[in-house]
């Protein structure tokens, strides 16, 4: 029977801030209009774009399909990883390297909004919808997308903090 004596024992995290967890759930939900969006582009749904561009463009029905539906599933697995950070019962192998992959995470994250933004604002990518109205239920939809970079560094700092905290301990 191993015996962990008080210098071996981990010692214990303090749970996350309430705060904390909601802003980790409302990331993996912020994601979840965009990938119904192109989930119901690849289902042949109607959602602003004419068949030939789907078909020249974003190559549907064929492997645009598989892309479509697997950069949705990328985007819900990826917007999951917050809650790992704010979780009391799975804890890492090494908590040490899950702190700055976090604060990488939120580095990229804002960075791909910026470019989000900048393609969205582009006349080639306005040009492809057909009408005003799928232009606004496609910006309802990708919007929430934006938040998720400052919930993302809320929930990092947070980590960091109680990690921090656990350290000097």
């Known amino acids: 029977m191993y015996d962990m004596t008080t210098a071996t024992a981990p010692l214990p995290s303090a749970p996350a801030p309430v705060w904390a967890r909601r802003a980790a759930h409302a990331i993996a939900l912020c994601a979840v209009p965009s990938g119904l969006w192109r989930i119901a582009m690849a289902s042949g749904v109607y959602v602003g774009y004419s068949d030939q561009v789907l078909r020249d463009v974003f190559d549907i029905p064929g492997w645009g ?11 819900e697995l990826a917007a999951l990883f917050p809650l790992l950070l704010v979780s009391d019962r799975w804890r890492p192998l090494h908590p040490r390297v899950l702190g700055p992959l976090a604060w990488t995470a939120s580095g990229v994250l804002v960075l791909v909004a910026l470019w989000q933004l900048v393609v969205a604002f582009t006349v080639e990518s306005q040009t492809y919808m057909s009408s005003g109205t799928a232009q606004t239920v496609w910006g309802f939809a990708f919007a929430p997308l934006f938040a998720i970079p400052a919930l993302m560094i809320a929930v990092t700092w947070s980590y960091a903090k109680r990690h921090r905290a656990r350290g000097q301990a």
């Open 65 to 75: 399909i598989a892309y479509v539906v697997g950069l949705s599933v990328l985007t």
